[in-house]
């Protein structure tokens, strides 16, 4: 049962903290009763945590911490590029569905580039088959098809390679 | 007096409310699923993480609550958006007429997966 104690203990910090987040009070009823519940749920649970990738620990948080503003500032620019094509009288748009090859070879890494993908302006991650991501993309440019997943594909190799 | 936090608070609201009006918008005027499904994603994702936020800083006490809808509503929104698309294709759901290219179909015969719902 004890393989991962840090994969663990990081999981009862995490739900507790959860926990405390929604109920948003110190009473001591509240607190018996969220570690009960997190220390359970980390039990059984922690398994399913993903195993901690190679690299330098420090450089990883930071290229994460990167990649959330990256993400935060595609999301703003993909609204207003929805509200542009929406709004316009001719809906410029050119829509099809293109294949590209991320670098990217872990789970997790993969899941967050095709989330990031989604919400990036104009393309929505569609399907992995083998190591291709294939892509919907409302306004495709045939001579630059890595240019859908290009913020990404670098910051998020950096955190999960 | 109003608070000038939450004045900022509705002010994300607001804006908020406009990315959702937009992304209706688009609901309606876009022609096939898989854009229609681009349009709500991007927009109703900001809409409704900024409107989740403006709550928590016109309402300090509800900020933490507010953050962890927020961050779930990051998470999952895009999730489904793409297990909507694939489950559309994979059922066989047209692509708009004006579409200009489609290299999924091909790579799914390539595979052999196609129509199978795994």
Known sequence: ?161 | MIAINEIIGMVLMAIGLLFQVLGAFGLIRLPDVYNRLQAATKSITLGAISIAIGVGVAEPTLLPKALIVAFFLLLTNPIISHGIARAAYRSGVPLWKGSVIDQYEKALERSGKGGDPQ
């Open chain 1, 1 to 161: 049962m004890l393989k991962r104690p840090v994969a663990l203990f990081l999981s009862i910090v995490l739900l507790m903290g959860a926990w405390l987040m929604l109920t948003t009070s110190l009473h001591y009823q509240e607190i018996i009763a969220g570690v009960l519940v997190s220390v359970s749920l980390g039990i059984a649970l922690h398994s399913i945590l993903p195993k901690a990738g190679k690299g330098n620990t420090i450089s990883r948080i930071f290229y994460f911490l990167l990649f959330f503003l990256v993400l935060t500032k595609e999301m703003i620019v993909a609204n207003f590029d929805v509200a542009y094509r929406v709004l316009h009288p001719k809906m410029p748009i050119r829509p099809g569905i293109v294949e590209v090859r991320p670098k990217i070879r872990s789970d997790m890494g993969r899941l967050l580039l095709s989330n990031a993908i989604t919400l990036t302006p104009g393309t929505l991650s569609m399907d992995w088959i083998d190591d291709r991501l294939y892509i919907h993309w409302i306004n495709v440019d045939d001579k630059n098809v890595d240019s859908s997943m290009e913020p990404f594909d670098k910051v998020v190799g950096e955190v999960f390679p």
